[in-house]
């Protein structure tokens, strides 16, 4: 798949755009003025594989805290992630207030929506994009829809009411979260700012996908490069957030869209915060984009396997290699094979580094091992799963 040509953004040693890595990024939802609660999540998003990382800054202190967490940061081996600061209706008031917390975060993002809410004016985001500029930052300007420019919707609106064929509301909302970004990051870009990462992100994945698209063939249009975020916003949790939000990124990476990924999932209580970031890595695993562990390829099982054997040896080998990322990092684009029995079993193998096929419920109790598509050895017994996992260990040092 054809990457969209975007510009290439340097923040610490991190590139976005261009032909660098689609990067992983997450948000905290510790209270940011516990420095220490809040540098202790950023370290935990980071180990999972956060590659940027989100704080919100709503309150001065918010603001006061931020230079304690970097401190925490660069203490504790993190010195070169960088830290977004989030910003809503007073980002411009404290970035000035706290020039400290302005130096310490390494990118700022802006909602054009709230900035100068309730206001005929845009003073507010002219003042933020000129301390942006003063501290040489990076800055995402991201359009949300739940807090859409409400002057520029009217008066979109309006102008399309007058139209002989009028749109859909649904589509001039589209087309008014695409022109609120898009508009920003040429004023921005006017005033000097020659770092801009833009999103438009919505919570309904047709108009999400749609609100990209259009904003890609914008940029097209009008010979504008800027890296994208992108993300599903509000996309839920559990099983609705995960699939609704991979099927809405899919679809723009797949068309070459999207410089960051972020998959916003509402944790189930007690839920760990890093869930969002392994469902980053596995959606870019799965596109063949990037690669971060051995890919395990299982069958589902069926009627004729034995099921909770089969499906302990699947999630323990899934368990057993989760972690070589760190461990074994060549050993990323790795494909083991577990399969449920003779019928797609030894084709699967063949295709896989490291395979095994189970006995089915009638089969005799034994499971061919393959390795690099070839015959190696049948496991029969008891310590058959131990026995595969010596193997697979054996062959990964070798
Ligand atoms: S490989 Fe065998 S056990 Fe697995 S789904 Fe196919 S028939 Fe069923």
């Known amino acids: 798949m054809q990457r969209f040509k975007t510009n290439k953004i340097q923040i610490k040693n991190t590139l976005i755009g261009g032909d660098s890595p689609i990067l992983i990024q997450s948000m905290t939802n510790t209270d940011t003025s516990d420095p220490k609660a809040t540098a202790e999540q950023i370290m935990q998003l980071a180990d999972a594989g956060s590659e940027i990382v989100r704080i919100t800054v709503n309150n001065e202190a918010a603001a006061k805290a931020v230079p304690e967490i970097r401190q925490i940061l660069n203490e504790k081996g ?152 992108i993300g599903l916003t509000e996309a839920g949790g559990g099983m609705q957030g995960l699939v609704a939000s991979s099927a809405a990124l899919a679809i723009l990476l797949r068309q070459g869209i999207g410089d960051t990924i972020r998959i916003s999932l509402t944790p189930a209580p007690n839920e760990a915060r890093t869930k969002e970031v392994e469902a980053c890595k596995t959606l870019l695993q799965s596109l063949g984009i990037r690669s971060f562990k051995p890919k395990v390829t299982s069958c589902p099982g069926c009627g004729r396997t034995d099921s909770s054997y089969f499906q302990e040896l699947a999630s323990d080998i899934n368990e057993y290699v989760k972690d070589w990322q760190k461990k074994y990092p060549k050993a990323k684009g790795l494909n083991i094979a577990v399969m449920g029995c003779v019928v797609n079993g030894p084709g699967e193998s063949k295709h896989a580094d490291i395979a095994i096929s189970l006995p089915g419920n009638s089969e005799e109790k034994m499971a061919p091992v393959y390795l690099d598509g070839k015959f190696y050895k049948t496991l029969t017994g008891e310590n058959i799963k131990e026995s595969f996992l010596e193997i697979l260990e054996n062959y990964i040092q070798e």
């Open 78 to 229: 993190y010195k070169e992630l960088p830290i977004v600061g989030d910003f809503h209706f007073n980002g411009h008031k404290l970035l000035k207030d706290y020039p400290e917390m302005a130096k310490d975060l390494d990118k700022y993002r802006i909602n054009p929506g709230n900035c100068d809410y309730a206001k005929a004016t845009d003073d507010n985001f002219t003042e933020f994009i000129k301390i942006a500029i003063e501290h040489d930052k990076a800055v995402r300007i991201g359009a949300n829809w739940g807090s859409l420019d409400q002057k520029l919707l009217s008066k979109m609106m309006d102008e399309n009411a007058k139209r002989i064929k009028p749109k859909s509301d649904k589509e001039v909302l589209v087309d008014a979260i695409v022109e609120s970004a898009f508009s920003s990051a040429l004023k921005a870009e006017k005033l000097g700012l020659n770092k801009i990462i833009l999103s438009v992100k919505m919570s309904d994945l047709n108009d999400m996908v749609n609100a990209y698209e259009k904003l890609a063939a914008r940029m097209l249009k009008e010979a504008k490069n800027y890296p994208l975020h």
